[in-house]
């Protein structure tokens, strides 16, 4: 046992899908999910016993891979962030009707205050509206439990189950206790007898929705333990959940006081309208503190009964990341004043792109090509990654940059409608994500686009993963349908610049879309090796292949 | 009656330098001196040579909270001055800040860095440490968060064993010599424990 190991948050998540006997762990990288995967892909690799452990292309792909090992009767992981759900929406919100056979837990991390994403969409929205369980962890502690808890809730009501976490949550590092790891034991595939729960025909799906909305009130019973209703004194009451739960326990460490307000704690939903009632009972005035968007406070508000206070009316700003601060300002408590913040004036130090980095060459080569053909005012479709970075000042390359895959597809949008020249700047594990699809329609349309795909062989900025399409992607290109003589690879080096001027030149003033694949490793996983082992591999196998005697002329 | 007190430790830099390897020494010495403990730490963007910070918290009660408020901590240790002032409202009244002087400049508007200095040196409880000249003192290049750390421990309730402990195993992967000049970079920063050089 590793009691009192350190982990954080999402790992604690990972480490207890292990320990829940899962066969497969599925995910695909995003801040701050990414290190519930990692924790359990270390654990698989260190002890397979059969457990398999794969990044994805794609979260949807990565649900699918996930819903595969529950129809084959085991238990399995899926991890993604806030806006991954999104692409994995279809495959979430359908898996409730074929419903699961082995346990099917969902980690999802929302990211309010936007950290390291482009929205702060509150995940317990998309639960509620999949008509699916989620359990709201406040601690390391309560990530690991809840999790083991959710296999057993998944498995007993026949559904997928979502942890949610939020940034300070999945990025906490504290002590865990584990329990004892049980070995990856199946219920069998779904028997024949119920296949027809798995085909989502318009007959079946009426069937499975109606089952679906048959369980919602035992769904209340199960996850009635974990909401919880402590009388008070006070005719004020706090509902708290997630990381308001957990600040607020600590505000009533250091005021007692506290104690006296009647309290409603939520950690699973949907929520018992009867417990809200029961509560609301007690109450003259209420205060909501909860992580990201005010779900549990518009449902009170709803009912009328007394004022509530929380993102809705002001009293906690409504937008951005829940802090102990705030919860104290809303309750008026006395805050001692601590030293007097720097008077000098202190400039951003933004995140930037490492020095050597080749996406740097690659923009260099764009702009100055652009320059050459006194078309500067270009506009260039961007895409998630570290070249996002690329869009701030003084680069200002990216003029669009909007969800994963969008570079590509709104490139020949604007293309499409005269907007040229339409260029797409997109890395190569973004492009294994959403722009494959993508780049088909632009070969369709014929749209007069072009394609700079910044190849650096791996998933950079959330920590240099495997990217999916690595050493493919103009293989890919041209299986797309990109004409050969529309495909180049270039190298993004300072001194390849001239070279690489000359290929965009071309590029931008061919009249139907073409592709440049800027390829250079990462820097940062250049220095740490990760594809080392890959490329020795790699390279005794073509020096195999050209040895033996069928590839003799 | 006295509630329990939570003590909040801050740690700033600038992405690369170590900052959260430097806070889960903090945290694993804290924890094996019996105390309650926990960490908040941002990840992502922050890697591309931004600002990053971690918090440590502990107690002798179980803990809940990962964050402190802003005039709560009562350390602040900086790896960069300018990074330093950033989380100055950070520290409670008599709180401490113990930061390199050493600057990453690597980015736009700098400000002069005597403006840097003589804004930290007006922070009372200010420990302003020349990490570049330590770090060549000891023949260390990399000495500097090690040396913060040194002198940083001795406003933390750890006694000199743990944290020499948890130092080592921490640098065992990498050799016996770099135990030794870590452990070195830490005593050196131990030593120079005196009166504060702010105001």
């Known amino acids: 046992m590793m009691d009192g190991t350190l982990a954080l948050g999402a790992e604690a998540v990972g480490c207890a899908a292990f320990d829940a006997g899962i066969k497969g762990a599925f995910g695909y990288p995003g801040t701050p999910s990414t290190e519930g995967f990692e924790f359990v892909e270390a654990m698989i690799k260190a002890e397979p016993e059969g457990r398999v452990a794969q990044w994805a292309a794609n979260e949807k792909v990565a649900y699918d891979l996930a819903l595969g090992v529950s129809y084959a009767g085991h238990r399995t992981l899926v991890t993604m962030k806030h806006v991954g759900l999104n692409v994995a929406l279809d495959a979430y919100a359908n898996s409730a009707l074929t419903g699961v056979r082995g346990g099917l837990v969902l980690l999802v991390a929302d990211d309010p205050g936007m950290h390291s994403s482009q929205n702060e969409q509150d995940s317990r929205r998309l639960a509620e509206f999949a008509w699916l369980p989620c359990l709201e962890p406040s601690t390391v502690q309560e990530c690991y439990d809840f999790t083991l808890r959710a296999f057993d809730l998944s498995e007993n009501m026949g559904v997928p189950v979502m942890v949610r976490l939020v940034t300070r949550l999945a990025h906490c590092r504290a002590a865990l206790t584990r329990q004892p790891t049980l070995a990856p034991t199946g219920l069998g595939v779904v028997p024949r007898e119920s296949v027809q729960d798995w085909v989502l025909i318009p007959s079946n799906a009426r069937h499975r929705y109606v089952e679906l909305l048959a369980k919602q009130p035992r769904l209340l019973q199960e996850l009635a333990v974990l909401n919880t209703l402590t009388a008070g ?58 992580e990201d968007y005010p779900v549990l406070e518009a449902r009170l508000g709803l009912r009328e009964s007394c004022p509530v206070h929380g993102r809705l009316d002001g009293s906690i700003p409504r937008t951005g990341e829940l802090t102990p601060r705030q919860l104290k300002d809303a309750l008026a408590l006395e805050v001692e004043a601590g030293k007097a913040p720097s008077s000098l004036d202190l400039p951003i130090r933004a995140p930037r792109l490492c020095d050597g980095c080749g996406h740097l060459d690659a923009f260099d080569a764009l702009q100055e090509a652009l320059r050459a053909l006194g078309r500067s005012d270009a506009r260039v479709f961007g895409d998630i990654g570290c070249y996002t970075l690329a869009a701030q000042e003084p680069m200002s390359a990216l003029h669009a940059v909007v969800e994963m895959g969008a570079s590509i597809s709104m490139a020949v949008g604007a293309a499409l409608a005269g907007q040229t020249p339409a260029v797409a700047v997109i890395g190569d594990s973004t492009f294994g994500h959403s722009g494959l699809p993508a780049l088909l329609t632009a070969v369709d349309s014929g749209a007069n686009v072009t394609l700079l795909i910044l190849d650096n062989r791996v998933v950079g900025m959330t920590g240099q993963q495997p990217s999916q399409a690595l050493d493919r992607v103009e293989r890919l290109v041209l299986g797309m349908g990109i004409p050969a003589a529309q495909v180049r690879v270039l190298a993004p080096l300072p001194r390849q610049l001239a070279v690489n001027v000359q290929a965009v030149q071309d590029a931008l003033q061919h009249p139907g879309p073409s592709v440049l694949v800027f390829r250079r490793e990462c820097i940062q996983s250049l220095r740490r090796g990760v594809l080392k082992d890959h490329d020795r591999n790699e390279e005794a196998r073509l020096e195999q292949a050209s040895c033996s005697p069928e590839s003799q002329p | 009656m006295s509630e329990p007190r939570v003590h909040g430790i801050v740690l700033c830099g600038v992405g690369g330098q170590g900052v959260l390897s430097l806070a889960q020494i903090v945290l694993e010495a804290l924890r094996r001196s019996g105390l309650f403990t926990l960490q908040s730490e941002i990840h992502g963007m922050s890697q591309r040579g931004g600002s990053v910070h971690a918090q440590v918290c502990y107690a002798d009660v179980p803990l809940s909270s990962p964050i402190i408020d802003e005039g709560s901590a009562e350390l602040l240790i900086a790896l960069e001055p300018l990074e330093a002032l950033r989380y100055v409202a950070m520290l409670r009244m008599n709180g401490h800040l113990v930061v390199a002087e050493e600057p990453q400049r690597d980015m736009d508007g700098y400000p002069p860095l005597a403006d840097v200095y003589a804004a930290l040196k007006a922070v009372r409880g200010a420990h302003l440490v020349d990490t570049e000249d330590l770090a060549r003192r000891l023949h260390h290049r990399q000495a500097g968060g090690m040396v913060l750390l040194g002198l940083a421990s001795t406003f933390l309730p750890v006694p000199n064993s743990t944290w020499r402990e948890v130092i080592a195993q921490r640098f065992a992967p990498k050799g016996s010599l770099v135990t030794k000049r870590n452990l070195e970079a830490f005593d050196a920063g131990r030593g120079l424990a005196t009166a504060p050089t702010g105001a």
């Not at chain 1, 005035?285 to 909860?290: L, N, P, R």
């Open chain 1, 233 to 290: 004194t006070s005719r004020r009451g706090v509902v708290v959940a997630g990381m308001g739960r957990a600040y607020f326990q600590q505000l009533t460490l250091e005021h007692p006081a506290l104690a006296a307000l009647p309290r409603l704690e939520i950690a699973a939903y949907p929520v018992d309208p009867a417990l809200e009632a029961a509560f609301l009972a007690q109450v003259d005035e209420v205060y909501v503190f909860e």
